[in-house]
């Protein structure tokens, strides 16, 4: 059971472009979710995460926008730059810090010059 | 910036053979994970550890895989024997109760020929 549905599965943008990914999520007791950029034989990094409490967080140029009711979370990168090519992951847990990520299949972005 | 440690970075096996990797946590990280990363695809849960317990490896194939963590501190994954299908990242992640958040290592990246 895939608890954590990730798309697009690839997305290419233009250069100073809005790069927008979704997920949505199955398990109601889920109160953390983060972010992940991973870079080719890199582990994921820590881009930004939130929880249930608020509906949107922003740092820099990456928002996470969060729908209880629809249970969907999204990422949207700002201005996007060729050095944001990646594979993003969405990712869900409940009792934060003290029970395993669940992951998305992931997003690989592509930012042309 | 504390990190997780990992060793080897890469392993080259052939079929059949035993092979192990190890992780080191951040300093004070109770908790420890290791992933399984296919080629395109998101980590999943192989083990949790909780300390020296396990938590959850109800996703370790036990009749190859074993995991330790046998003070409470750093962790050792093996596998034996190695098939073809086990070709894949594995990454280690530590998390603690106290700051919100989880760190993962660069990952072993592991052929098995």
């Known amino acids: 059971q895939q608890q954590v549905k990730q798309s697009p599965q690839s997305l290419i943008v233009q250069k100073g472009g809005i790069s927008i990914i979704n997920c949505a999520y199955e398990?109601?007791?889920?109160?953390?979710f983060p972010w992940y950029q991973q870079f080719p034989g890199k582990g994921p990094a820590l881009l930004i995460a939130?929880?249930?409490?608020?509906s949107e967080k922003k740092e820099g140029r990456f928002t996470i926008s969060f729908n209880k009711s629809a249970k969907q979370f999204s990422l949207h990168i700002m201005d996007s730059q060729p050095g944001d090519s990646a594979t993003y992951f969405c990712?869900?847990?409940?009792?934060?810090?003290?029970?395993?990520?669940?992951f998305g299949s992931g997003t690989r972005l592509q930012v042309q010059p | 910036e504390a990190e997780v440690a990992q060793s080897p970075r890469y392993k080259i096996t052939e079929k059949s053979q035993a092979v192990a990797f190890w992780c080191d946590p951040i300093s004070g990280h109770a908790t420890l994970y290791w992933y399984r990363q296919i080629l395109g695809q998101g980590p999943e849960l192989l083990v949790q550890?909780?300390?020296?317990?396990?938590?959850?490896d109800s996703q370790l194939p036990k009749d190859r895989f074993s995991a330790e963590r046998l003070k409470g501190v750093d962790s050792t994954l093996k596998i034996q024997p190695a098939e073809l299908g086990d070709s894949a990242m594995y990454l280690c992640a530590s998390s603690s109760d106290r700051v919100i958040g989880y760190t993962f290592g660069s990952g072993t990246r592991l052929t098995v020929v």
């Open positions: 990712a869900a847990s409940k009792g934060a810090g003290r029970r395993a990520l669940t």
């Open positions: 550890f909780q300390d020296e317990s396990v938590v959850d």
């Open positions: 939130i929880r249930p409490d608020v």
């Open positions: 398990n109601t007791a889920f109160d953390y």
